[in-house]
Structures are given as C-alpha cells and as structure tokens.
C-alpha cells in the first residue's frame, strides 16, 4: 500500500534560504492539497491542485511560496527566502475526484534558524 | 477569525466510556464535515464525516451528531479505548476546494 509520502521528514535550514519540499500522492488521486500547521492549530489551506493545474491558493501563500503539479503526479512547494515564521510542519494530502475525504501524508517539519 | 472552533483543547476519559468531542463553526454555508484523527509523526486519517442533509452519522465506534441551527457537531466514541488517544480535528469544507480546520482536541484514554 503506498500512501503519500513526503520528502523530506525533516528540514533545519537557515533564515534567507530557499527550500523544497516534494510531496507524491497516491496513485490516480487527481487532487492534491499543501497545507501548513503550527503548534496547536489545525492544518491550514495553502494550496490545490487538480491534476497539474492549479485552481486555488490561500491568501496565506504570499510570493515567496510557489507550488507545482507539473505532470499531474508529483507536487514540490517551494519556500524562497525562508522566515523564522516559516517554521512549520508542512502537510501534503490527496484525493480522487468525487470524494472530500483526504488522505494525508506524515509532513515535513520545517524549522528556520 | 477562527471559523471553526474547537474550544477543549484536551479531554481524559476513562477506557470503556464515552468521549464526547465538540465542534463550532460559524458560517451556516458550510454543508460538508469532517473529522480526523492524528497520531504524533503521521499525518491526520479520515475518521467519518457527515453531509448537512442528515443530523447523524455511525461507523461502528463512532457517531458524528450535526446541529446545524446551532451551528455545532460531535463526534461520540463509545466504548473509548487506549488505542483512541491522539489528536482529533473538526473540519468542514469551505468554499471550493478549501478545506477549514479547528485546532484539534488531544484526548486521552486512560486505562
């Protein structure tokens, strides 16, 4: 059984870096969510994808954050310039079309010295 | 502005009784709810859900209740077990494919 997977786990790097993060979603799940959770709060919208295209941002995505789908498969998230505030755990989830329930991957804790 | 609200932040219940979790949301729109369990490390797991044109919902263990005039649902858990200790969120779906969170409800089932 592959759920989603997400790479990496973990994330140290320093304030003013970019970083990356790829998220693969279970197989033939058109839909493709990145959300984004600090401690003690539920996860946050950040993005959609259906298939490779992207049909809704949050307000929460400011310009330094830029997400692909490019073939409809893969997902990377990209964080420019990182903030201390960054600091999160960042959470991919999947789901076939016609269905709400999400199936989510186990994230990748990000921490910005 | 919290649009759904999950005002326990933990709940300690017995093994073998009923945990009652509770869940406010603010916009009478929202016509889809969720919950969903977290362990520590893993990601959130689809619990059950329940769409506006019904008040319940069962799946075993579980039984999700919706009030939608006073804007509020449950999630019940009977017999809770050890096993049943994590991380519960309310969720509902928003406008397109927004999905909104509250902030969780830790329960822990004592043996």
């Known amino acids: 059984d592959t759920g989603v997977s997400q790479d990496p786990r973990h994330k140290i790097t320093k304030r003013g870096q970019n970083v990356t993060f790829r998220c693969d979603p279970i197989?033939?799940?058109?839909?493709l969510y990145w959300y984004r959770q600090t401690l003690g709060q539920g996860p946050e919208f950040l993005t959609y994808?259906?298939?490779?295209?992207?049909?809704?941002k949050s307000r929460l995505l400011s310009d330094r954050f830029s997400a692909e789908r490019p073939k409809g498969s893969f997902s990377t998230l990209e964080i420019q310039r990182t903030e201390q505030g960054d600091s999160a755990m960042y959470l991919c989830?999947?789901?076939?079309?016609?269905?709400?329930?999400?199936?989510f991957g186990p994230g990748t804790r990000l921490l910005v010295l | 502005d919290q649009q759904v609200k999950q005002n326990s932040p933990s709940l300690s219940v017995q093994e073998g009784r009923i945990s009652i979790l509770n869940c406010d949301y603010t916009?009478?729109?929202?016509?889809?709810f969720l919950w969903y369990k977290k362990y520590p490390a893993e990601g959130p797991t689809f619990l059950i859900s329940?769409?506006?044109?019904?008040d319940k919902n069962e799946d075993g263990r579980f039984t999700v209740f919706l009030n939608k005039s006073a804007k509020h649902l449950s999630l019940h858990i009977v017999p809770s077990q050890p096993g049943d200790s994590a991380v519960y969120f309310c969720?509902?779906?928003?406008?397109?494919?927004?999905?909104?969170f509250g902030p969780g409800t830790r329960l822990s089932v004592l043996p």
């Open positions: 989830a999947s789901s076939p079309n016609g269905e709400e329930t999400q199936y």
């Open positions: 197989s033939e799940h058109n839909r």
């Open positions: 994808f259906q298939n490779e295209a992207q049909l809704e």
């Open positions: 916009n009478s729109m929202f016509d889809y």
């Open positions: 329940i769409s506006s044109i019904k």
């Open positions: 969720a509902t779906l928003g406008y397109g494919q927004n999905f909104v």
